[in-house]
Protein backbone atom coordinates (compact mmCIF):
# COMPACT_ATOMS: atom_id res chain seq x y z
CA UNK A 1 0.00 0.00 0.00
CA UNK A 2 3.00 2.65 0.80
CA UNK A 3 3.96 2.30 -3.64
CA UNK A 4 0.41 3.96 -4.24
CA UNK A 5 0.82 6.41 -1.93
CA UNK A 6 4.20 8.07 -1.65
CA UNK A 7 3.92 7.97 -5.70
CA UNK A 8 1.23 10.51 -5.85
CA UNK A 9 2.98 12.73 -3.00
CA UNK A 10 6.21 12.18 -4.66
CA UNK A 11 7.63 11.90 -0.91
CA UNK A 12 11.13 10.71 -0.20
CA UNK A 13 10.84 9.97 3.25
CA UNK A 14 8.19 7.52 2.38
CA UNK A 15 10.40 6.37 -0.56
CA UNK A 16 13.47 5.90 1.33
CA UNK A 17 10.85 4.00 3.82
CA UNK A 18 9.57 1.31 0.97
CA UNK A 19 13.98 0.77 -0.34
CA UNK A 20 14.31 0.06 3.32
CA UNK A 21 11.95 -2.42 4.31
CA UNK A 22 12.46 -4.82 0.70
CA UNK A 23 14.99 -6.74 2.79
CA UNK A 24 12.50 -7.47 5.88
CA UNK A 25 10.41 -8.72 2.87
CA UNK A 26 13.13 -10.98 1.17
CA UNK A 27 14.17 -12.47 4.32
CA UNK A 28 9.75 -13.22 4.97
CA UNK A 29 9.93 -15.02 1.75
CA UNK A 30 12.74 -17.10 2.73
CA UNK A 31 11.40 -18.06 5.53
CA UNK A 32 8.18 -19.07 3.99
CA UNK A 33 10.45 -21.31 1.07
CA UNK A 34 12.02 -23.10 4.40
CA UNK A 35 8.12 -23.50 5.97
CA UNK A 36 7.08 -24.59 2.72
CA UNK A 37 9.74 -27.34 2.18
CA UNK A 38 9.27 -28.40 6.00
CA UNK A 39 6.21 -28.70 5.11
CA UNK A 40 5.95 -30.68 2.33
CA UNK A 41 8.34 -33.14 3.79
CA UNK A 42 6.48 -33.41 6.84
CA UNK A 43 3.07 -33.72 5.23
CA UNK A 44 3.29 -34.28 1.30
CA UNK A 45 -0.53 -34.94 1.07
CA UNK A 46 -0.72 -30.95 1.26
CA UNK A 47 2.22 -30.58 -1.22
CA UNK A 48 -0.28 -28.94 -3.73
CA UNK A 49 -1.99 -25.76 -1.32
CA UNK A 50 2.28 -25.45 -0.26
CA UNK A 51 3.14 -25.12 -3.62
CA UNK A 52 0.40 -22.37 -4.32
CA UNK A 53 1.62 -20.74 -0.77
CA UNK A 54 5.61 -20.48 -2.08
CA UNK A 55 4.05 -19.17 -5.26
CA UNK A 56 2.22 -16.13 -3.90
CA UNK A 57 4.94 -15.69 -1.42
CA UNK A 58 7.38 -15.52 -4.55
CA UNK A 59 4.74 -13.05 -6.23
CA UNK A 60 4.58 -10.68 -3.23
CA UNK A 61 8.71 -10.25 -3.08
CA UNK A 62 8.72 -9.44 -6.55
CA UNK A 63 5.84 -6.97 -6.17
CA UNK A 64 8.13 -5.88 -3.06
CA UNK A 65 10.90 -4.89 -5.65
CA UNK A 66 8.64 -3.40 -7.80
CA UNK A 67 7.48 -0.84 -5.24
CA UNK A 68 11.52 -0.71 -4.38
CA UNK A 69 12.44 0.25 -8.12
CA UNK A 70 9.54 2.71 -7.96
CA UNK A 71 10.84 4.56 -4.86
CA UNK A 72 14.30 4.47 -5.79
CA UNK A 73 12.83 6.78 -9.24
CA UNK A 74 10.81 9.10 -7.14
CA UNK A 75 14.37 9.49 -4.85
CA UNK A 76 15.80 10.47 -7.83
CA UNK A 77 13.28 12.61 -9.72
CA UNK A 78 13.60 15.23 -6.36
CA UNK A 79 16.92 14.44 -5.47
CA UNK A 80 18.74 14.23 -8.34
CA UNK A 81 20.25 10.84 -6.38
CA UNK A 82 20.39 7.65 -7.82
CA UNK A 83 20.63 4.96 -5.01
CA UNK A 84 20.25 1.62 -6.37
CA UNK A 85 22.13 -1.10 -5.60
CA UNK A 86 23.01 0.93 -2.83
CA UNK A 87 21.31 -0.42 0.26
CA UNK A 88 24.02 1.87 2.39
CA UNK A 89 21.86 4.59 0.88
CA UNK A 90 18.50 3.78 2.38
CA UNK A 91 19.48 4.19 6.08
Known sequence: MHGF???I?????LAYSV??????????????Y????QGILAHPEHIESLIH??????????IADHA?????DV???VEGR???HKTEEYA
Open 75 to 77: IYM
Open 68 to 72: TNIAE
Open 5 to 7: TWE
Open 53 to 62: LLSVSRHLER
Open 82 to 84: IIR
Open 34 to 37: DQVK
Open 19 to 32: CRRDDEVDAMNREM
Open 9 to 13: RVDCV
